[in-house]
């Protein structure tokens, strides 16, 4: 007994023993968790983020340009193409895919998911991970991308367990969920899943269909290897284990898993960069505005923020007044219109028809100096330069055969792959006419459409507000509305088309003044100012500017907002002048909006990322002329398009008798029936063609040309404004008219109420029309 007593109590104590130890293992256990938890937060694994940090993370945010219409126009951003979507943004269908692939449980666990992370373990993570939503964001935000080395792994994952319960405490589910969404990389410059809606669907997010969501929640377990772009098969197959993960937690029915695993992946792909989309041209003006206000407007000062803002990084909101419909209709215009254009160009420059293309009438020397400077001008040049190589060096690549990409006009995507040598892709860059359109409505000053060239990627120099060129016989305007204003003329008082000298020594011109009218002929006839405006007789201007003087046409153009230096000479009248299109239109948009001057305007607001107001524009006005002058000027510059160079915008049929019309009018027969003010310009040689046209409402300006002067058509016939530039405005204000939500007036010019000066020249002058030859006599 005493034996079996002894065995007993022995057998207690072992068992007592055993259980003490037991709580000591476990609860030295747990300590030693708790332990390592408060270690990995106090940073003793390496820093962790500091708190304000942590409600406050900082993330690169691309800055967004809006249009007035609220579509994104472009983004400026350096590696980080991300712009934030809150949670309402998103699709449900996107929220259901994300938490049945990537944490299932999200809704019911604090951080860490113990089922997952106890079932990674045993299984040494074969049947699936453990990382929650949460802790995949803590990765994202603040550890960065996991280590090759075990120990640094290890410490990674204690970070995004410890920053994971604080980013439970600190946020909603939702905000987390968004955020998650809003900071992942999806590849192809798609920062966010905003960015990847519209790259790779080509819509915002709150659109995206169950299939769609479930390409992109496919995505998040490694972007760069389910990069739809490269492996579409794989990423077929990923986004159809998203959905079977969808229909087993319920969020979609087998049947309606079935049918969309059976749908074919359309990726709608629409790079984000600065050299593709809509308004290039004008985002890149738009770089060069926001880097002046950042100059002028500090960023206030918050702990651990730049001290200044950075349009690539800050996630400024930028309000424009560009119509992403009107500028597309633009960029469809002068698209269309150029390719054609260009290829009667061509088609008029092959080898045995010019054996100096693209240069017309050009010497030898002139043509060397031509490519000389080209070669200078080049980035090639520039950057060999920069290198260290010798002249000699960098000469000589220039006559290497090398592969290129260059542009065509009968590429889908405009772009075509070859060999050639430098020097000939100048030459090959230089036989390309271009082109400048800007469209601004008169009465705010709001520039609605600004295409700066053919392409962006290939020519980038914008045309819009870098370039000036002879503006031809658009300038013309200016010296009639000096006239009227000074003298008190109407459009309806009469001047002979006679040869008229402007004397040596007056005016500042040192020698006779004689010019001519563009077919060399003087009808002789007594004619309306209003009938020498739209048929472009140069006689009457040289008379109109002999009255009122030079001085009197730059002091009006100076208050109409022209900038470019003019010299007080008489040829001045006749657009000798350098000027931009940019400047012309807001001068042009004065005659539209009653005399009175309002500076173009392309940004109306600009906001911070959470929403708040940084600048408001304050509108630039001034007083310029009368509301009769204006009017007189609208009323002149109607017979443009009643019988004068800018009838072809009225007239239908004169393709079938018309090569020209069949060649190069593209877009016609507009058949315009309301009013319309508008001119011509041409300029010596062909060089430079421009149209300005109105209606009460919208303010269009048109040039073409070639980077050199020596690049132009042979003749008046396909060179002159009416044929160069006049169809992109018709072809444009076609497309506007379609859509009438767009709200182009084709209505009435405002007529003042009691204007004192006379437009009806019905009964005062019977004027002899066939006198004056108006196919030849259009734009000089």
């Not at 809606?197 to 972007?223: C, D, H, Q, W």
């Not at 430098?422 to 036989?431: E, G, L």
Request: hydrophobic fraction near 35%.
């Amino acid at each position: 007994m005493a034996t079996a007593k002894k065995t007993t109590k022995k057998k207690k104590n072992s068992f007592t023993k055993f259980i003490i130890w037991f709580w000591i293992l476990f609860i030295t256990g747990i300590l030693s968790v708790v332990l390592i938890f408060l270690l990995t937060a106090w940073g003793v694994f390496g820093p962790m983020p500091e708190y304000e940090r942590l409600e406050n993370p900082q993330t690169n945010l691309a800055s967004e340009i809006i249009s007035s219409d609220g579509e994104t126009l472009g983004k400026f951003y350096l590696d980080d193409n991300r712009t934030d979507v809150s949670f309402e943004d998103l699709p449900e269908n996107l929220v259901k895919a994300l938490i049945a692939t990537e944490d299932a449980r999200y809704y019911e666990h604090s951080g860490i998911d113990a089922r997952g992370t106890v079932r990674a373990f045993a299984f040494l993570g074969k049947r699936g991970g453990a990382s929650t939503i949460s802790q995949q964001l803590a990765r994202q935000l603040f550890v960065g991308v996991r280590s090759k080395n075990l120990i640094e792994t290890i410490t990674q994952k204690l970070k995004e367990w410890v920053l994971a319960t604080r980013l439970e405490r600190s946020y909603t589910k939702e905000e987390i969920i968004t955020m998650y969404l809003n900071i992942y990389d999806f590849t192809n410059n798609a920062d966010g899943i905003r960015s990847a809606a519209r790259i790779y669907f080509g819509k915002e997010p709150k659109n995206l269909k169950t299939e769609e969501s479930a390409v992109l929640v496919g995505m998040l377990k490694n972007s760069s290897l389910y990069n739809p772009l490269r492996r579409e098969e794989l990423v077929l197959n990923r986004r159809n284990t998203v959905l079977g993960q969808m229909a087993k937690y319920d969020f979609i029915t087998e049947k309606e898993k079935d049918s969309l695993q059976a749908l074919k992946m359309n990726i709608n792909f629409n790079p984000e960069s600065h050299r593709e989309g809509i308004a290039t041209y004008f985002r890149m003006y738009l770089q060069g505005f926001m880097r002046k206000w950042i100059e002028k407007n500090p960023k206030p000062a918050i702990k651990g923020e730049r001290d200044k803002w950075n349009i690539y990084l800050d996630g400024l909101k930028i309000y424009t007044t560009i119509d992403s419909r009107m500028q597309k209709n633009a960029e469809d215009a002068v698209s269309a219109h150029m390719k054609r254009l260009q290829a009667e160009f061509f088609h008029q420059n092959t080898p045995d028809r010019n054996k100096t293309a693209p240069f017309i009438e050009e010497f030898p020397g002139e043509i060397d100096r031509i490519m000389e400077r080209g070669m200078k001008n080049s980035d090639r040049w520039r950057n060999m330069k920069a290198n260290g190589k010798s002249e000699k060096e960098i000469r000589a690549s220039f006559n290497k055969p090398t592969e290129m990409t260059v542009f065509d006009w009968n590429s889908e995507t405009q772009d075509k792959d070859t060999i050639m040598t430098p020097m000939d892709s100048i030459r090959y860059y230089k036989s390309f006419l271009r082109a400048a359109m800007m469209s601004m409505e008169p009465q705010t000053g709001h520039v609605k459409a600004w295409v700066g060239g053919l392409n962006y990627k290939h020519f980038q120099y914008d045309n819009v507000y870098q370039g000036a060129r002879q503006v031809g016989s658009t300038f013309k305007p200016f010296v009639y509305a000096a006239a009227i204003d000074q003298l008190r003329l109407s459009p309806c008082d009469g001047l002979y088309d006679n040869q008229y000298c402007i004397e040596a020594n007056k005016h500042g011109n040192p020698e006779p003044w004689c010019p001519k009218n563009a077919n060399g002929k003087y009808s002789g006839n007594l004619i309306t100012l209003k009938n020498a405006l739209a048929n472009s007789v140069n006689t009457i201007t040289a008379q109109l500017i002999d009255r009122v003087g030079p001085e009197a046409v730059i002091e009006i153009t100076k208050n109409l907002g022209i900038t470019g230096n003019i010299p007080a000479v008489p040829s001045i009248a006749l657009g000798s002048a350098d000027l931009n299109v940019y400047e012309m239109v807001g001068a042009y948009g004065t005659f539209a909006n009653q005399g009175v001057y309002v500076k173009p305007v392309m940004v109306t607001r600009i906001e911070d990322k959470n929403g708040t107001v940084l600048f408001e524009y304050v509108p630039e006005t001034k007083d310029v002329l009368s509301k009769d002058v204006a009017y007189a000027m609208v009323d002149l510059m109607s017979g443009v398009t009643q019988g004068g160079s800018g009838t072809r915008l009225r007239t239908t049929g004169a393709e079938k008798w018309n090569k020209v019309y069949q060649e190069i009018i593209t877009g016609y027969p507009y058949q315009f029936t309301n009013p319309i003010a508008g001119k011509t310009g041409t300029t010596q040689n062909q060089s430079d063609g421009w149209f300005m046209g109105m209606v009460p409402n919208l303010v269009t300006g048109v040039w073409v040309g070639g980077e050199d002067r020596a690049t132009h058509f042979r003749s008046l016939t396909y060179g002159q404004g009416a044929s160069m530039a006049l169809p992109i405005w018709g072809m444009y204000m076609k497309k506007n008219y379609q859509n009438k939500e767009l709200g182009v007036s084709d209505g009435e010019f405002e007529k003042p109420e009691e204007l004192s000066i006379n437009v009806d020249c019905s009964k005062l002058i019977e004027e002899k029309e066939n006198d004056i030859d108006i196919e030849d006599d259009l734009d000089f």
